[in-house]
């Protein structure tokens, strides 16, 4: 009962400090910062001074692509292996095209045949078939010249009673059809000989076009089965292997890339610390794997949004649903990270960094030799 009543007692001190003797939160540390001893110890320097926390990853100059077939077809080949470094263009991964190769070889004679054809009716007709129906029209016309001396004649004798009406209908109605022929033959040789009509020339280039385009559409299907590489970078990730099928809607990205020549950190600074931090900055940046920094960078640029917390440092006390700033962090003289590493960001409040060894804090007169760590 006695001990109870102590430990009520220093809660309600510890009560009484907070929200009367210290309304301004002063005891609290920065956002999302746990407050340790150690980080204490190692921040008592003025110029090391922690205006932001923030969790963080490992990424490249560029973000890393995820690069997905745009058509459904099964591996053929792999050219890139798991770290290779490539240029923007390097063919990555061939899938199977023959089925597009196909269906490009049927737009080209398709392609071939309307340009044919419209060729074909802008030169005209040869000169042999000029000169054939021009003969026709000759016969028909000495057909029809015979037929007609040959009704006069009938029709003279007709008058003297000579011929009988049955032989001049005969002979009229011959003349007539002779003259009907003469006149298609004659429709015929003009539409050889007169150059097209613009609507005709028109129909045609129309069928050229739209042969061109499908021509189009099937090489561009066929360079799809060459995936290729959108910028110079790191081959991260391939994820198949030769023989199994992609398609456009897999949720696994077929290969991943990014710039690794120069590192960045992407932190997301909580909306409470975002107005503080500015592009210039210092920041530590620490990880798991040790206690002292594993490396110092400048931010580079602030993105002009806040949006919703993606991620996370799984501490105690972390708000989940804060908004943020997304900050971009370059690394000097960093180490070979991995893409993707964790990390914790500490933004500094002066520009000018601070490599103090954690012994020469001691001997200075700091509380701890330990740095801070997550």
């Not at 591996?75 to 470094?85: K, P, R, S, T």
């Not at 009938?154 to 007539?176: E, P, R």
């Not at 023989?243 to 890339?257: D, F, I, N």
């Amino acid at each position: 009962m006695k001990r109870a009543i102590i430990v009520s007692a220093v809660f309600s001190a510890f009560l009484l400090y907070l929200f009367v003797v210290d309304p301004g939160n002063k005891f609290r540390p920065p956002s999302g910062v746990d407050f340790d001893i150690e980080s204490a110890a190692f921040d008592t320097n003025p110029a090391a001074e922690v205006v932001a926390f923030a969790a963080g990853t490992i990424e490249g100059t560029t973000q890393t692509i995820d690069l997905s077939p745009q058509v459904s077809e099964r591996i053929d080949h792999i050219a890139v292996e798991l770290g290779q470094w490539v240029q923007r263009g390097d063919p990555l991964v061939q899938l199977d095209q023959r089925l597009h190769q196909s269906r490009v070889d049927l737009a080209i004679a398709r392609r071939n045949a309307a340009v044919a054809k419209r060729d074909r009716l802008i030169n005209g007709v040869r000169a042999e078939q000029i000169s054939a129906a021009q003969q026709l029209l000759l016969a028909a016309q000495s057909e029809l010249s015979g037929s007609q001396r040959q009704r006069d004649r009938i029709t003279k004798l007709h008058g003297q009673y000579a011929a009988s009406d049955h032989d001049l209908d005969l002979l009229v109605t011959q003349c007539d059809i002779l003259a009907s022929r003469v006149q298609s033959v004659a429709a015929e040789l003009k539409i050889l000989t007169d150059p097209p009509r613009d609507e005709d020339v028109r129909i045609a280039q129309s069928e050229v076009d739209a042969a061109e385009a499908e021509l189009n559409l099937a090489r561009i299907q066929l360079q799809r089965c060459t995936l290729t590489a959108p910028a110079d970078g790191q081959v991260l990730d391939i994820s198949l292997q030769v023989g199994e099928l992609v398609h456009p809607e897999s949720p696994t990205a077929l290969l991943r890339l990014s710039d690794t020549r120069q590192l960045r950190v992407l932190a997301e600074i909580d909306e409470y610390d975002a107005i503080r931090v500015r592009p210039g900055m210092r920041c530590r940046i620490h990880c798991d794997a040790q206690r002292t920094p594993i490396a110092w960078g400048i931010v580079s640029l602030q993105e002009p949004t806040m949006r919703n917390k993606s991620t996370f440092a799984e501490r105690a006390g972390e708000r989940l649903d804060a908004h943020v700033q997304r900050v971009w962090i370059e690394l000097e003289d960093a180490p070979e990270l991995p893409i993707g590493l964790s990390v914790d960001v500490y933004v500094l409040h002066q520009n000018d960094r601070t490599r103090q060894a954690p012994e020469q804090r001691t001997a200075s007169g700091s509380a701890s030799s330990s740095p801070l760590h997550r």
